[in-house]
Nanobody, 125 residues
Framework: QVQLVESGGGLVQAGGSRRLSCAASGRMFSNYAVAWFRQAPGKEREFVAAISWSTGRSTVYSDSVKGRFTISRDNVKNTVYVQMNSLKPEDTAVYYC?????????????????WGQGTQVTVSS
């Protein structure tokens, strides 16, 4: 079973950048697809980005972050990242990473059974 810990959240000004990390413990991390989700106050959790297993050659993004966010993975470090650029106040949310054993490409946008605790990102205007 994989366990996930997010880090990198904080306060950033609009237009700025932030990189979030999702560190995984457990075996065979490279066999997991990993996704980022976010939940803003009063809103439902929404999909942000996902990266496929192994080399992570396939990625998927929500329309709201496409072109601004980049997801990547380092299987040696058992870590998945999301680089967030051109941040907007509407990106303010708790960001969660999630993982599932899957070799599907492109990676799915739902059905992830393993979740981290989340990290808060606040974008000030």
């Amino acid at each position: 079973q994989v366990q996930l810990v997010e880090s990198g959240g904080g306060l950033v000004q609009a237009g700025g950048s932030r990189r979030l990390s999702c560190a995984a413990s457990g075996r065979m991390f490279s066999n997991y697809a990993v996704a980022w989700f976010r939940q803003a106050p009063g809103k439902e959790r929404e999909f942000v980005a996902a990266i496929s297993w192994s080399t992570g050659r396939s990625t998927v993004y929500s329309d709201s972050v496409k072109g601004r966010f980049t997801i990547s993975r380092d299987n040696v470090k058992n870590t998945v990242y999301v680089q967030m650029n051109s941040l907007k106040p509407e990106d303010t949310a708790v960001y969660y990473c999630a993982a599932k054993l899957s070799s599907t490409e492109p990676p799915s946008t739902g059905g992830y059974p393993h979740w981290g605790q989340g990290t808060q990102v606040t974008v000030s205007s």
